[in-house]
């Protein structure tokens, strides 16, 4: 691997991420992508220029000026990251007019969901600067819940779900989010992805998969590993015929209390309809 390459730290998180969605069957094949944002300061020197043709972002992605990405390219594969991660990997630089991108070094042909990741980075820099990660992908028990009809009201999906285990809440009280079917790719998921974001961390996309946002990968994949457990223990009582109730609301409301989350979740949803 490129020294300089290499030496960019968070590269081996972004390794071992990958290979645990491929470990937990997440994203089969080609399926899912991941982005991480960097500081000035932890690019080397030798890799902040390029003089590569810059290419035209479909919007003007302005907060992003001159920050710099490492995202996954397009078709490649979880379980190859984990081991090649400079050949599946691309570093980006956002242009000064937030305009368009160039490519520095890595994988030079970024995934078709660039326009989602550039989005919704460019929400973070601005009202959730300390969120950098983001991921992408494919968990079989979360989309499956994008097939219950009741479930595309997020406020429904999320106290059903989160409410099968008690700390499940605790960790996400601000619920999960749904959006409605958008082509895979498109600037329309990104744009509702990005406006989405602002409220919740874990998002599913109709008949497609889960984004789940972080302070680091590994935070990004903590949350849907939260998520996936409650989802899994769901269609467990589904297909044993038991009720899906879930807690108490008095016993989830003194959890939410003890560990002083009650504003956060009351605020849940308040900025829907
Ligand atoms: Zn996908």
Known sequence: ?????????????????????????????????????????QVPDPLKESDTEPVKLPLNVKELAGKYLLITGSGTRSR???????????????????????????NDKPTSE???????????????????????????????LTHVAEFKDPKVLSDCILGLQSEARIQLPEGIGHLPFCVPGSLELGLLSAEEIKHRNVILWNMHGALSVGTSLNHALDQLEVVEKAA????????AGLPTGGMEQEDL??????????????KAFKDKK
């Open 232 to 239: 899994e223990i769901y269609w467990t009582l589904r297909s």
């Open 114 to 144: 660039m326009p989602s990741h550039c989005l919704v980075q460019n929400e973070f820099v601005k009202s959730r600067p300390d969120y950098k990660a983001i991921i992408h992908t494919h968990p079989t028990k979360l989309i499956s």
């Open 1 to 41: 691997m490129n020294d300089n390459f290499a030496e960019i730290y968070p590269l081996d998180e972004f390794a071992e991420v990958c290979e645990w969605l491929a470990f937990k069957g997440w994203s089969e094949a080609e399926g899912g992508n991941l982005s991480l944002r960097l500081e000035q300061d």
């Open 80 to 106: 190859d990251i984990a081991t090649e991660p400079q050949n599946d990997i691309g570093l980006y630089r956002i242009s000064d007019d937030g305009a368009s991108y160039q490519w520095i070094f890595g």
């Open 253 to 266: 409301l003194k959890s939410m209390d003890f560990f002083g989350r009650v504003d956060r979740y009351e």
